[in-house]
């Protein structure tokens, strides 16, 4: 177990930590005590970086150097800085605030605020767009198009419209087509895809209830619309070449290719916010608390986006563990409100609209 810090030691390990964010190099007694702490001595606040790299939150990489923090060093740094009131707003400027609005598609929302934590961060943005399965449906309208086939064109609340061609039965007609929308519609309006396959699979084992041969053609349907293979999680990444800008990713050749795979496939990015999803507010991974060794060098700040309490995806930030936590945590967290609120104004919009 660490042993807790004086107050002495925690203001020296915070203003280290920034400094060093702030420089990129590793950061010394005197220029510490030139900076920060007039009335310490050169010596007196050594002592305090010895006493504090033995206790884990610092690191010297060479001996004639001074100290940079360890993960340990940025943990405690960024658990005092979110008790922050004013945290939030701190670096948010109001032209950003107009880039994102209802003008813009669902898709453009999120493809703005990628973008724009990118920007503002000068990092890696990232945005997990929701799953198929964190939908909320709305309503759904089946066309007759063939002699076996139907358009299932399915609406979500945020007025989202995605269209499947679906095998049916021939003798089905498009009057019993009509009929199973509006029992569909009547059942399911409001529930998540998630929570309908469930549903489903509950009545399908329930003895199918006796269904009459209208309810067993929607239960069909609904199987062939709701199912898993219409799943499209899908990661937006803007500013992948930032993170090779920074001074700590210029000397290591390997590294850097390994962290540009990771950018490329986004696999693991995706199952990592996919871990963040699962979270409530603000997720702030630092080095190895990442899931795979290659991130063990980087950080990342996410805050979950949605609607009314569904949390639908994730807004983040990745780059290395030098990086500005006070205001990219601010940019994330407004970002992903921001979102949010946009995301409620269009549901509400849509349904002036129906």
Known sequence: MVPALDERSQSILLELVQDHIEKAEPV?????AKSHFNKLSPA??????SDLEEMGYLHQPHRSAGRIPTD???????????GFPNLENLNVLPEDDERLSTNQSFDEVLETACSQVSESSHQTGLVMLPTFSNTRFHHIQFTKVGLREALAVFYSELGVIQNKIIPIEKEVTQEQLTSISKYLNEEFSGKTIKAIRADLMRRIRSEKEHYNQLTNQAMELSKKVFNEENENETLLVEGKLNIFNQPEFTVDLEKIKTLFKTLEEKTKLIRLLDSCLQQDGLTVLIGTENSDEEMSGCSLIANNYGLDEDKMGTIAVFGPKRMDYKNIISVVNHTAKKVSKLLSERKMEYKKII
């Open 28 to 32: 010394g007694s005197r220029s510490l």
């Open 44 to 49: 007196t606040i050594r002592n305090v970086m």
């Open 72 to 82: 340990q060093g940025y943990r405690f740094f960024v658990n005092h800085i979110t």
